[in-house]
Structure formats: structure tokens, C-alpha cells
């Protein structure tokens, strides 16, 4: 198998997480096949930290913006590009693309693939508020989830999403049809490379 990098862009609660979830238990039935996963918000969330900062939304919707602003649009980028290249697996998954910077990166990288995850509005907000994850999120209202959707790094994911994306997945149902249609992603596209 050629390395293979693929790119996820989707809105939070899309199921990039679950996407992720469902290509490791795939790939681990296949010994030839290693799975790396890198995030671009966990360089956000090693800088929180390192900084002493609360690691909630707005924390790592604002720490890009600075870095931006200081060190270049495509900063964020380099650094993802620069571990993807260094990462000696097999397929790569590059989880949370949102700037076209990151789009123009992945598509350098060779053999590449991007997969916008989506879902309705709604749905995405109860499933935020049902996994918790980052601060915050159990208690959001919907009006907050929907303000943090328009935030000058989320803003451009549908964008990216539909004018880039190679294939686009419809997250709006039960984890077992949404674990069907990544196992129909993998064999077509990874497995018999059409």
C-alpha cells in the first residue's frame, strides 16, 4: 500500500472523533496497514497546557488567530506537515482542517484524500453536549454552540468542505449506519483504491 494521507474537515460534533475511532478497529485487522492520527487542535491543546490555560473552545479557537498573526496563515499547517511527514506509518488521518492553508498542505502531501464529515445542526450540538469533552460543553446552550460555529477558525469548514472535499459523508444517524459508511469508504477508496 502507497502511504496514504487523509484529511478530515467537519464541524465540531460531525464525528471526526468516531471517524478516527472506526478506521483503527478497521486497520487493526489488517497487519500490513499502521494508522497514525494527528490532530490539529492537540498542538493547541500541548500549548494550553504548556501556558497554563483553561482548555475549552475558545481557548484553542484563539491561540491559532495569535499564531497566525505573528508567524503567518499557513503556520499551523507546517507544523501538521512536518509531523505527517516525520510519522512512519502507513495511512496518516490529519483530523480538524479548517483554514485552506491546511487544504494546500494536504494536497502537497502525496496520495492524498479529503473527507468532509457533516451533520445537521442540531444533531451536532446534542452529541457535544452528551460527550463532554472539552470544558464547558455539557453545560453550552444552544444559542453559545452556535455562536462558537461562527468563529473566525470554524466559519470556513462547510466552505472547505464542499468546494475541496473528495468525498462527503452525512453524519445525521445512528453510530451503526455511520460506521457502515466509513467501512464503504475504506473499501472502496483505501482497500481496492477507486
Not at 460531525?14 to 472506526?22: L, N, P, Q, R
Not at 453536549?129 to 477558525?153: C, D, H, I, L, Y
Amino acid at each position: 500500500m502507497i502511504k496514504t494521507y487523509i484529511g478530515l474537515v467537519g464541524e465540531a460534533g460531525s464525528g471526526k472523533g468516531t471517524f478516527v475511532k472506526i478506521m483503527q478497529e478497521i486497520t487493526a485487522l489488517t497487519p500490513t496497514i499502521t494508522l497514525g492520527h494527528i490532530k490539529f487542535s492537540g498542538i493547541l491543546m500541548e500549548t494550553a497546557e504548556r501556558w497554563n490555560l483553561p482548555i475549552n473552545r475558545e481557548t484553542l479557537q484563539k491561540i491559532p488567530q495569535a499564531m497566525r498573526e505573528k508567524f503567518g496563515a499557513n503556520v499551523l499547517s507546517r507544523a501538521i506537515e512536518h509531523e505527517a511527514l516525520t510519522l512512519n506509518k502507513k495511512m496518516i488521518i490529519l483530523d480538524g482542517i479548517r483554514w485552506e492553508t491546511d487544504v494546500k498542505m494536504l494536497q502537497t502531501l502525496p496520495n492524498n484524500i479529503l473527507i468532509y464529515l457533516t451533520a445537521e445542526e442540531k444533531i451536532r450540538f446534542e452529541r457535544l453536549k452528551k460527550r463532554g469533552e472539552r470544558s464547558g460543553e455539557t453545560t453550552m446552550t444552544f444559542e453559545q454552540f452556535r455562536e462558537e460555529g461562527r468563529a473566525v477558525n470554524e466559519i470556513l469548514i462547510p466552505h472547505i468542505g464542499k468546494n475541496w472535499a473528495h468525498i462527503r459523508i452525512e453524519n445525521n444517524g445512528t453510530i451503526e449506519e455511520f460506521e457502515k459508511k466509513t467501512k464503504e469508504f475504506y473499501d472502496t477508496v483505501i482497500k481496492n483504491g477507486n
